[in-house]
T-cell receptor
Framework: ETGVTQTPRHLVMGMTNKKSLKCEQHLGHNAMYWYKQSAKKPLELMFVYSLEERVENNSVPSRFSPECPNSSHLFLHLHTLQPEDSALYLC?????????????FGQGTRLTVV | AQSVTQLGSHVSVSEGALVLLRCNYSSSVPPYLFWYVQYPNQGLQLLLKYTTGATLVKGINGFEAEFKKSETSFHLTKPSAHMSDAAEYFCAVSDRTGTALIFGKGTTLSVSS
């Protein structure tokens, strides 16, 4: 496999459930990101990891918990979500968090909270 | 603080017509600028980027963009639209090392035959 792969592609969960989103990159990149894409809003950066260390957290509610066990994998653990958390969650990676480096995106996980 | 404004949330053109998608940015230092495209049910794909050097940047699928510092703009153009260009387009800016890209709200391009 090549590129950035996200699983699952679609997820429906109740507000009391716990689930995890998975992202895997096969590009040898050192930086990984979680973005949230809601209708009518810009992509919102949630978390940035560089060399498995979290370097940025944009005031994301604690019901979202990221995990980066190695440079190829990134998880987003979800618990007690709200309906307004329904969105497309995009994972991305880049060679490093240098500002000139483009990000490569996965296809996203479409999350619906009921 | 850096930000991106995309003028027009929806642009409609006829096949063969000029495509112009507008992007203005604000940045405290010389920015690096990007255009991404998103097809339905897909992630974002890089079209082109400006870092340094020539201000007219050519990308994939016949798209190009020009960095105009005096206008703080980075508009995306294509001389002749194709049906396959229908998608959502995002402009993004980066002006600090160690941060991820900041995106505009996106512009949906529709192409009619």
């Amino acid at each position: 496999e090549t590129g950035v792969t996200q699983t699952p592609r679609h997820l429906v969960m109740g507000m009391t459930n716990k689930k995890s989103l998975k992202c895997e990159q096969h590009l040898g990149h050192n930086a990984m990101y979680w973005y949230k894409q809601s209708a009518k809003k810009p992509l919102e950066l949630m978390f940035v990891y560089s060399l498995e260390e979290r370097v940025e957290n944009n005031s994301v509610p604690s019901r979202f918990s990221p995990e980066c066990p190695n440079s190829s994998h990134l998880f987003l653990h979800l618990h007690t979500l709200q309906p307004e958390d329904s969105a497309l969650y995009l994972c991305a990676s880049s060679q490093d968090p240098d500002r000139s480096t483009e990000a490569f995106f996965g296809q996203g996980t479409r999350l619906t909270v009921v | 603080a850096q930000s991106v404004t995309q003028l027009g949330s929806h642009v409609s053109v006829s096949e063969g017509a000029l495509v112009l998608l507008r992007c203005n940015y604000s940045s405290s230092v010389p920015p690096y600028l990007f255009w991404y495209v998103q097809y339905p049910n897909q992630g974002l794909q890089l079209l082109l980027k400006y870092t340094t050097g020539a201000t007219l940047v050519k990308g994939i699928n016949g798209f190009e963009a020009e960095f105009k510092k005096s206008e703080t703009s980075f508009h995306l153009t294509k001389p002749s639209a194709h049906m396959s260009d229908a998608a959502e387009y995002f402009c993004a800016v980066s002006d600090r090392t160690g941060t991820a890209l900041i995106f505009g709200k996106g512009t949906t391009l529709s192409v009619s035959s």
